[in-house]
């Protein structure tokens, strides 16, 4: 989700015109774009270590709670605030499942 996202910074005309009406600069979305990238390869591969890994979760939190925030802020629809946190929900499964299968090795 958050690769697919940071690609959309990128190129779509609508995620660039939503960064605007909520209210952020433009070098914002690029740099949200890249922290996205580079925390979803710090999750998927094998070899970072977990230290990395609990940077990048914890990064993804702040992203997926502030985002919620901030349509909050603007007046946007409720459904605009609540994605975020459901996919803060499978942000922390995917944080519990990983330390379970850590516990295992």
Known sequence: ??????????????????FG???????????????????????ILPMVSSKFKEWAYAGFGIVLISASVAHIAVGDPIANAITPIVFLGVLAASNIFYYKLKSQK
């Open 1 to 18: 989700m958050m690769t697919m996202s940071a690609i959309q910074y990128f190129t779509s005309p609508e995620m660039i015109s939503t």
């Open 21 to 43: 009406h909520l209210g952020f600069p433009d070098y914002f979305r690029m740099e949200l774009g890249i922290a996205k990238i580079i925390g979803a390869l710090v999750l």
